[in-house]
């Protein structure tokens, strides 16, 4: 029996069994609980992420397929319009509007030109500009639909009555046959003239008039006028004019 000290505190002890291996058990218990707390956040947020991922990707190719769409049907529209433009067998008065309409914007699409002419010719007076400038171009119908009259006049500005104004111009006609551009020389339209570069020589002003004959089925659309002068200054013009009868 052990040795007692009279009047001193006595702790009572508690014997318990001495069991490693069930502490060991708890920690790894609470390793593996925490361990599946993290696992399982990582797992939930990488499916919300993959969730999200697909989603986009779904709206993504949605958008895609719509823009597609669009594509094909503007694409579609675009031939129609093409077919119609070319089609022979609108109705007649469907055609005559479609006509009335070209001709109405042709004719503002010319008085435009008119105008720019015109106003290039004031500002050039204004600046005290010379040489040569297009001062005139006339189309008249005549009694047969495929001729009609024509009249250039080029002029020289400010011209001192001395001095003559030496060059050449060239007119050609564009427009379309079937389905294919043309473009023809105005020599080989018009009896009246004979060389593809239209001498000038003048003091003031120069008229190149005639007749010119279009060909079976050929629709014009615009006159291409270059002219060049050599003296008394060297100078290039190049203008073109849209297709308008006067009546």
């Known amino acids: ?79 129609q319009v093409a077919i119609l433009d070319r089609s022979s067998v609108m109705d007649q008065r469907a055609t005559e509007e479609v006509q009335g309409t070209i001709r109405g914007l042709r004719d503002r699409v010319a008085q435009l030109e008119q105008d720019v002419v015109y106003y290039r010719q004031v500002v050039s007076e204004e600046t005290e500009d010379t040489g040569l400038i297009i001062s005139q171009l006339d189309i008249d119908a005549t009694r047969q639909s495929n001729r009609f009259r024509y009249k250039l006049v080029l002029r020289q500005q400010d011209a001192d009555g001395d001095t003559f104004l030496t060059g050449h111009v060239n007119v050609n006609l564009v427009g379309s046959q079937g389905e294919e551009q043309q473009i023809l020389a105005l020599r080989d339209l018009s009896a009246e003239q004979d060389q593809l570069d239209i001498r000038l ?47």
């Open 1 to 79: 029996m052990p040795n007692v000290v009279k009047g001193s505190k006595q702790e009572k002890m508690v014997v318990v069994p001495h069991r490693p291996g069930r502490r060991l058990l708890l920690v790894t218990l609470l390793a593996l609980g925490v361990g599946g707390s993290a696992v399982g956040g990582f797992i939930y947020g990488y499916a919300n992420t993959q969730r999200s991922q697909q989603s986009e990707q779904a709206t993504q190719q949605e958008l895609s397929g719509q823009l597609t769409a669009a594509e094909a049907e503007n694409a579609e529209l675009r031939r």
């Open 201 to 247: 020589r003048f003091k003031y002003f120069q008229n190149i008039e005639g007749e010119l004959v279009l060909p079976d089925n050929f629709v014009p659309e615009r006159l291409q006028i270059a002219a060049v002068s050599d003296e008394p200054i060297e100078k290039s013009i190049n203008q073109n004019f849209s297709w308008v009868v006067e009546r």
